[in-house]
């Protein structure tokens, strides 16, 4: 066993393609992942944060705000998705007004 630690993700296949990091305390953003490390660091061009709403920090609104080149923090990475190939669906456990 070596001393090296080992990411449980496989970030490569998403080096140059479009990415959607969601960071602790609710901050979202979409970018090219130019670069990753062990510690889940992360490096995005061309990088667009969703603003969140004021009423509900939680939620994101439709607002952005152009970031350019950032690194992501590993210790505040909690989701990476590819932005190709996803699609939002509307929520089967909402129940429906009235019942």
């Not at 990411?7 to 953003?29: E, H, I, P």
């Not at 920090?57 to 439709?62: E, I, V, W």
């Amino acid at each position: 066993m070596s001393g090296r630690k080992e990411t449980v993700l496989d970030l490569a296949k998403f080096v140059d393609k479009g990415v959607q990091v969601k960071l602790t305390g609710g901050r979202q953003v979409t970018g090219t992942l130019k670069g990753y490390d062990q510690l889940l660091n992360l490096v995005l061009d061309e990088a667009v944060e969703f603003l969140r709403d004021a009423d509900d920090p939680l939620k994101t609104t439709d607002q952005t705000r152009r970031l350019g080149l950032i690194v992501c923090r590993g210790t505040a990475v909690m989701l990476v998705s590819p932005t190709d190939g996803t699609d939002e669906i509307a929520n089967p456990f909402v129940q429906p007004d009235g019942t």
